[in-house]
Structures are given as structure tokens and as C-alpha cells.
């Protein structure tokens, strides 16, 4: 099994397929994963598999680092698109994520106006009141929301705890269109049971869900590196085109990745 561990806080600038040439801001500790779900595909790998031994960076870490790495871009004369908020797991799980997205818009503005601000999210702490206020800063507030379906969701994204989509959905919806879902089709198994979701009986109610959330954008994609599960597949071109297509009907844009 083949996962990866990113460094913390800062790695890259590496090529991301939705987001273009992108300096990623990691705020999970450096030697381990730390996340509200435990998705089969992830491509960390499994929570149980990557306990971490250090402690999730500073505020103040972050800050110097991404400063540093800024100044050395501006000199190099490379200059990134977007600043992402991703890496080893949730960065909302980081206790100081609201004053930290202020910080990083500020060094944006004073390094690089014109590069976007995007945050990867799983949904699960935007019912904190801070988390959602600083999402709404951010330029690309992208949030993952993979089906309706409880039992699949327990399935393929094991959340900690509770996990109330009813709720999941009222919150998108309370970003007023300031949100771009992102969702995840597959096909396959695991563990001897199917793990498909994009057959009529997922897509129809996510598609339901995603016009009432009013998104400004919707990111569909399928697995691209291994996986720490056995027995997933990719979905097909054809599926995500039409999945796609069926959203853009509604008035939505959409992207798909292969
Ligand atoms: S939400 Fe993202 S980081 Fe967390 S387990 Fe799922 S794929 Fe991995």
C-alpha cells in the first residue's frame, strides 16, 4: 500500500488537478494523520495506520513558514495560483484554523494578490460558528459531501462520531452559495459490499441536496492514487460526464476529474 504523508506546515507547490499550481498549507502534524473521517480512499491512508507522534503546528509556525516560503517564490519569480488548505487529514480540526485562514489571507494579499485562497474540508466542523465565518473569507471554500445515503457514508467515510447529513446539508445551505461541493464517485468494494455511487438510487438524491445547497460550483471526481482500502474502482469517464452534465442542467457549474 502506497499512501501519502505530507510535510507540515507548508509542502509543495505541487500541480493539483482541480486547483492548478498550488503551495499547500498543511495544518496536521507532520509524521501522521489526523482526521474526522476515515475514508476508505483516502489517500493518507487509514487513521489507525498513521497515528501521529507530533503535535499539530502553531499558529505561529505556520505563519513564519509560509512567509518564508512566499519570500523564496517572489524571488524565484513563481508565484503560486492558489494557497490550499490541505494535507494529513481536517484542517478545521486545528484549534486556531480561523485566526490562522487571517493570517494567510494577509501574506496573500502582501505576496501574491492575485493567487486564491482554497480550503478542502470534509463538512464535519462547520457547524462551529468560527470555522464557517472564516470559510467565508476564504476564495474557494470547497467542502466534501460524497452521498445522502447514511449507511454509505458509515461505509465509505467512517465518521467519528456523529454524522447527521440532514444537518450536513442545512449548514451548506447557511453558506448562501459561498461553497463549492465536492464529491467523490466510485465504484467497486470493500470488505464483500458494493461501495458504487453512481448508480440512480445515490446520484438522484445527492443532486436533489446539491440544488437545494445552491452551490456556486460542483468538483465530481474519481480515485486517482492508490488506495488503502482493496477492491475500489474508479468510475467510469461516461458516468462522471453524465453526472456532471445533469448538474450544469440544473444551472450549476461542474468540473469532472478523472
Ligand atoms: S476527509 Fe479527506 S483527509 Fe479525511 S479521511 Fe477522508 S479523504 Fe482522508
Not at 24 to 31: H, K, V
Not at 181 to 205: H, K
Not at 215 to 228: A, G, K, L, N, S
Request: charged share 20%; aromatic share 6%; glycine share 6%.
Amino acid at each position: 500500500m502506497s499512501t501519502i504523508i505530507y510535510p507540515s506546515p507548508i509542502f509543495g507547490p505541487v500541480h493539483s488537478r482541480r486547483l492548478g499550481i498550488s503551495l499547500g498549507i498543511n495544518l496536521l502534524p507532520a509524521d501522521g494523520k489526523v482526521c474526522s473521517f476515515d475514508c476508505i480512499y483516502c489517500e493518507c491512508g487509514f487513521n489507525e495506520d498513521h497515528r501521529p507522534t507530533l503535535p499539530m503546528p502553531t499558529r505561529q509556525e505556520v505563519i513564519e513558514k509560509l512567509e518564508a516560503k512566499l519570500q523564496q517564490m517572489v524571488t524565484d519569480g513563481q508565484l503560486p495560483d492558489v494557497l490550499t488548505f490541505a494535507g494529513n487529514g481536517e484542517p478545521t480540526c486545528h484549534p486556531h484554523f480561523a485566526e490562522i485562514i487571517d493570517d494567510v489571507i494577509r501574506l496573500r494579499n502582501q505576496y501574491c494578490p492575485q493567487a486564491k485562497v482554497s480550503v478542502l474540508s470534509n463538512s464535519t466542523m462547520i457547524h462551529r460558528q468560527q470555522v464557517h465565518d472564516a470559510l467565508m473569507k476564504v476564495d474557494n471554500n470547497i467542502l466534501k459531501l460524497d452521498t445522502v445515503d447514511p449507511l454509505y457514508i458509515n461505509k465509505v467515510d467512517h465518521p467519528n462520531g456523529t454524522y447527521d447529513v440532514a444537518q450536513i446539508i442545512d449548514r451548506l445551505k447557511a453558506f448562501n452559495g459561498h461553497v463549492i461541493i465536492q464529491t467523490m464517485f466510485m465504484r467497486g468494494q470493500c470488505q464483500g459490499e458494493s461501495v458504487d455511487n453512481t448508480g440512480e438510487e445515490y446520484v438522484a438524491p445527492w443532486l436533489e441536496a446539491v440544488k437545494a445547497i445552491k452551490p456556486q460550483q460542483v468538483m465530481i471526481y474519481t480515485i486517482d492514487r492508490e488506495t488503502p482500502a482493496q477492491g475500489l474502482e474508479k468510475a467510469t469517464h461516461e458516468q462522471l460526464d453524465t453526472i456532471r452534465d445533469r448538474v450544469i442542467a440544473t444551472g450549476i457549474p461542474c468540473t469532472a476529474s478523472y
